[in-house]
Each structure stands twice: as C-alpha cells, then as structure tokens.
C-alpha cells in the first residue's frame, strides 16, 4: 500500500521529535509497542530493547489510578483518542505524572493501523500543566485559517492525506499543501506532534 502510513515514515515522525513518543500496532496481541523514540526513552528510564514488543502497561504501577488506565483501555476499544494525566512509574520505581495522549491513525481503507502514544512529564520544572497546555494549544491552533484548522481536526482524527481529500472534497495535493502550512503555523516539526497538541486544544 505505497501511501499508507508506512512504518518508515511513522519511525522518522516518532524518531525526530523532542517529545516522548510510542507507537504499537494493535494488529498484534495485546497491542505491543514497535516504535518507542529516544526522548521516551529517557522519560521512562527503559532502553528501547527492554520495550520494544511489550504492551506499555509497563508504566503504571501501584498508585495508578484505575479509572484514568480504564479511560485510556476504553479509547483503545473505541479507536479513538484520549488524553489523560495519569500516575505512572520509571524503571527505577520513581514516580511520576504523566500527560499522555493516546491516538488511533489509521490506514488507507480506515483500518487502525497504528495507535500513537505521546507522554509528557506534568509537574516537572518548567512543564505547563494540562491546563496550562490547553490554553496555549487553543492559542495556537486559533491562529490557523478555517481550512487548515478542518485539515487539522482529520489529522488528529487519525485520517491520512487521502481520506481527508475525500471529506473535505478537495485535492490530496492540497490537502498535503495545507498539512505542511498548518505544522509550520503551529511550530512543530511532525504531524504527531500537530496531532498532540489538538488533542491539547480538545479538538
Ligand atoms: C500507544 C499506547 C500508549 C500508551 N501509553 C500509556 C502510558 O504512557 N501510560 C499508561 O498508563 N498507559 C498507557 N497506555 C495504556 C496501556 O498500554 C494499557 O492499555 C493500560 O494500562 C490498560 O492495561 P490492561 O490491558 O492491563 O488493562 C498506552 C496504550 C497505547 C496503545
């Protein structure tokens, strides 16, 4: 499938942003992680060998609370996004809460084909609160002109270029136009990010 989201370009999306990322692929049981990226890496204190293949349940522990993981299993089990601020733990045990948003992105005939995790540390010196997050991503995003801003919303729906031509009625060239305007506009350099921060706006 040449324009489906292919793993390579999901790796270099992850693989260059600053920000802790993960994808899995929920076509394998129990839904492991295939893609983690350095910055999650140092987050969580794991190596990428010790996670790659396992479901990150691995994060919670103890003190996580049970309604945000049945929020986070439920989103799964709808394919669909949520974010939550939920107590999770490194490898050494330490604790640490964490603003994580987890998205379904699906492929060329609207099949999940990856879920996107991305988690942010709150509370640490510095991070905005989800709060505070949420009034500079509505800051931002209310900057994009309308198309970009519908572009945007499908995006963070999980759709691909393609399917989002299709409901917008408008070229998949333009849609690709008006994806790299809107990440320029936001100042991210990666649609998974675009993506975290609408899911930030609640958008
Ligand atoms: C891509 C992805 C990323 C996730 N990231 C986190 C995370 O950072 N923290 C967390 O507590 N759960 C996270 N989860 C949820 C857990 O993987 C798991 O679904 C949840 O803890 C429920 O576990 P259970 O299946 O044992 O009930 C993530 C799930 C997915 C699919």
């Not at 996107?116 to 949420?134: K, W």
């Not at 690709?176 to 991210?188: A, F, I, N, S, T």
Request: charged share 20%.
């Amino acid at each position: 499938m040449a324009s489906a989201r292919t793993r390579d370009h999901l790796i270099e999306s992850i693989g260059t942003s600053p920000i802790p990322m993960v994808a899995s692929n929920p076509l394998h049981p129990d839904n492991p992680l295939e893609i983690v990226n350095p910055a999650f890496c140092q987050l969580t204190g794991y190596t990428e060998r010790e996670i790659l293949g396992r479901n990150c349940r691995f994060l919670t522990g103890e003190g996580t609370e049970p309604w945000l993981t049945e929020q986070i299993r439920e989103a799964v089990r709808q394919r669909r996004s949520t974010l939550v601020d939920i107590l999770n733990y490194r490898s050494d045990g330490s604790p640490f809460r964490n603003g994580v948003l987890v998205a379904p992105l699906f492929d060329d005939e609207g099949q999940v084909q990856w879920f996107l995790g991305s988690q942010v540390e709150l509370g640490a010196p510095d991070t905005p609160d989800l709060a505070a997050r949420r009034h500079r991503a509505n800051q931002v995003i209310a900057t994009l002109p309308p198309r970009q801003l519908q572009v945007l919303a499908l995006m963070a729906k999980g759709l691909l270029n393609k399917q989002i031509a299709w409901q917008l009625k408008i070229a998949e060239k333009t849609v690709k136009m008006h994806r790299g305007l809107l990440l320029q506009k936001l100042g991210v350099a990666t649609s998974a990010e675009a993506i975290r921060l609408a899911a930030e706006a609640g958008i």
